[in-house]
Structure formats: C-alpha cells, structure tokens
C-alpha cells in the first residue's frame, strides 16, 4: 500500500534535501591572502572566512569569542605554519571542540608545508630577538609560493569534497594561468631595478625580494621583533647612504615616524606594502597585492632616479 504525503511536507522535503546538497563548505583561513586564495579555488562551492584583519599584524591577531563559533563551524581551517599564528591560533582550535580542523585531519591545511622555506636558523636563541625556529613564515610574498599553496588547497579540497574536484581542479587552473601571465609582467617591470638595495622595517619581505632580485641589506628593527632604537637608527643611516639605499619597504602596521625620518635623512623613498589581501583598497584579491606594490615600488625608485 502507498503512503501518500501531502503536498507541502514533499516540498519541505525536497528543499531541505537541495540545501544539504548543495551547502557550501565553510573555510577558515588565518589571514585574508590565504582565504583569497581559497576563494579562488572553491569559488561559490565554499564559504571564506578570514581570521586576521588585513592591516594587522599576523604574528599579534585580536583573538575574539566569535573566532571559536567560526572554527567550531569550519570544515576546513588553513594556516601559515611556521610559528606566525602560534601566539593566539591553537587556544581558538582547542576552544573550538572541531575534530575536523585538528592536526592529522583532512580538514587542517598548513600553507607552508609544501613550499620552500628561507632563513631556518641554526639555533633558536632568544637573544637573537624574535625569530622563527622553523622559518621565515611569510612565504606568501612571493608569487610562485602562493601558486604551490593554492595546488595544495586544491588537493584538499579534493580529499573533502571529491564530487566537485573537477571543479577545484579547473578553478586551479584558471588560476595558475593568470598568475603565470602577471608573473611574467611582474618580472619584466622590477628587471630595470635589479640588484636595488633596499631596508625593511622587519623581516617580512626576504621571499618577495628574492623572487624579484631585489637586495635587502638592512632593516630599521635592531633585531626581529625588537623596536628601533637611537643607537641602531643612528648606524642605519651612514650605511644607507654609503650603500645607496633607495627604498624602505614596510608594513601597513608599523609605526611611520621612524622610517619617515631615516627617510628624510637618507634620501629613501618609503613604500608601504599592503602583505595581505585588502591591507589597500586597490588590494582586493591575491594577485593585485603584487600588481599595487610593484606600481608603488616602481613608482618610487623612478622618482629617485630623476
């Protein structure tokens, strides 16, 4: 005998199963260049959150309540590794009670496990001020890193939801092939500059000056982590101008009076560089961090030329 249902309990049957269907998978990213790039994979099959604000520091993030409600709901978390969340992410993992998002599981990803890591010290001594025993962690400014993150995104995404991985994989491609082509341009721009001798307000650019051949031989904090100082600002200054330094790259959160001033005593131009996605307004996806930046940075040493 069949049981006949009424109309309306059918339908409610039949969205409820649609949306199960088709929920999107919720992403948590650390910081918003790691999310960008998510998006760019999962594109309208996953829902991006991102952790840190884009003009905050990523190694001091404001961990807020409402970070445990997020990861308590991710399917996947994504983080830098290397120590750059170490200080506020594994209490907010731990308060999240998410079995998904734990170390071993499909759904934690660490960025950098698959990318090529510079700076690992020798020895891990306090007195060297704050630095990374397992690296450099910010990898992600160089290009070529984020295509490898953004290949082992895909591949797990693939692993948690393998009826869309065609999808992930085409996204991937598209991707890859639009990095590629500015990459290219990128190369060709900052050629003219090669070898430039610039100073950093912390260790934050090694990658990206590496990748472009650019050359860092100073930065205003005496040690990483330790703020400038007279006596150390009162040294950088005749090695700038011996060396010829032309340009002092800085995050969007430091302070600006001091590299403002060793600027107006060198001759140096300051740019900010925006290391996260909407840390500038011009900034709003992975790839046009490095199309403002490079403008900016191109924009500044042909000022100092002139």
Same mark, same amino acid.
């Given at each position: 005998m069949k049981i006949k249902y009424p109309i309306w309990l059918c339908l409610l049957f039949t969205i409820g199963w649609a949306s199960v269907a088709h929920a999107k998978l919720n992403v948590v990213a650390t910081t918003s260049d790691l999310g960008a790039i998510a998006r760019e994979i999962g594109k309208d099959k996953v829902e991006v959150t991102s952790l840190a604000k884009p003009? !905050?520091?990523?190694?001091?993030?404001?961990?807020?309540?409402?970070?445990?409600v997020k990861l308590n709901k991710a399917d996947m978390l994504i983080e830098g590794g290397l120590h750059l969340e170490i200080g506020w992410l594994p209490n907010l993992v731990v308060g999240a009670r998410n079995k998904k998002i734990l170390a071993g599981e499909n759904g934690y990803l660490v960025a950098s496990a698959r990318v090529p890591i510079i700076e690992v010290p020798a020895t891990a001594d306090r007195a060297m001020g704050d630095v990374h025993p397992m690296g450099n962690p910010h990898f992600m400014l160089d290009p070529i890193n984020g295509k490898i993150v953004a290949a082992h995104i895909c591949d797990r995404l693939c692993q948690i939801d393998a009826a869309n991985c065609n999808y992930y994989k085409d996204n991937l491609?598209?991707?890859? *092939?639009?990095?590629? /082509?500015?990459?290219? !341009?990128? /190369? +060709?721009?900052?050629?003219?500059?090669?070898?430039? +001798?610039?100073?950093?307000?912390? *260790?934050?650019?090694?990658? $990206?000056? &590496?990748? $472009?051949?650019? &050359?860092?031989?100073?930065?205003? !904090?005496?040690? %990483?982590?330790?703020? %400038?100082?007279?006596?150390?600002?009162?040294?950088?200054?005749?090695?700038? *101008?011996?060396?010829?330094? *032309?340009?002092?790259?800085? !995050?969007?959160?430091?302070?600006? +009076?001091?590299?403002?001033?060793?600027?107006? /005593?060198t001759g140096a131009k300051v740019v900010v560089f925006p290391i996260m996605v909407g840390g500038q307004k011009e900034t709003d996806d992975y790839l046009s961090i490095f199309d403002y930046t490079i403008n900016q940075i191109v924009s500044a040493l042909k000022t100092k030329s002139q």
């Open positions: 003009t !905050e520091d990523p190694h001091f993030v404001d961990a807020k309540p409402s970070f445990i491609k598209d991707f890859t *092939k639009r990095l590629d /082509q500015k990459f290219s !341009e990128w /190369q +060709k721009t900052l050629e003219p500059f090669r070898g430039t +001798k610039i100073v950093t307000y912390h *260790k934050t650019f090694p990658y $990206f000056a &590496n990748r $472009f051949n650019l &050359n860092v031989v100073g930065a205003l !904090e005496p040690k %990483p982590g330790i703020p %400038p100082s007279p006596t150390h600002i009162n040294s950088l200054i005749p090695m700038m *101008k011996n060396e010829g330094v *032309k340009l002092i790259l800085i !995050e969007p959160f430091r302070e600006r +009076k001091t590299p403002e001033f060793v600027a107006s /005593q």
